[in-house]
């Protein structure tokens, strides 16, 4: 059993900065691939990015590329979700979850994750 916990959340202005972190428990954190999803209000959880469990691959959806970075630090059972020039429409509740499958490359659907944080509020204002 992984449990996954949020923080960094907030509110910030558009165009400013924030940085999400996600700590987990347990000795097989490193084995893990790790992805950050988000749910607006009225829409469904969405994928954000994912890292694979070296930390060498990682994917970002196509509204976050150029603006968003995944990363992680084994060391600290921790991964990172790097946010700048935010808009006002990367407000929502940003989860961390865990896959537990021995896959090469990082998976994008919610269902493909095992494990999932409680989320941590972000709000962007206009």
């Known amino acids: 059993q992984v449990q996954l916990v949020e923080s960094g959340g907030g509110l910030v202005q558009a165009g400013g900065s924030l940085r999400l972190s996600c700590a987990a428990s347990?000795?097989?954190?490193?084995?893990?691939?790790m992805g950050w999803f988000r749910q607006a209000p009225g829409k469904e959880r969405e994928f954000v990015a994912a890292?694979?469990?070296?930390?060498?691959?990682?994917y970002s959806a196509d509204s976050v590329k150029g603006r968003f970075t995944i990363s992680r630090d084994n060391a600290k059972n921790t991964v990172y979700l790097q946010m700048n020039s935010l808009k006002p429409e990367d407000t929502a509740v940003y989860y961390c979850?865990?896959?537990?499958?021995?896959?090469?490359?990082?998976?994008?659907?919610?269902?493909?994750?095992?494990?999932w944080g409680q989320g941590t509020q972000v709000i962007v204002s206009s």
């Open positions: 979850a865990a896959d537990k499958a021995m896959v090469l490359r990082p998976r994008t659907t919610k269902s493909a994750y095992d494990y």
């Open positions: 347990g000795r097989t954190f490193s084995m893990y691939v």
């Open positions: 890292i694979n469990w070296s930390g060498v691959t990682t």
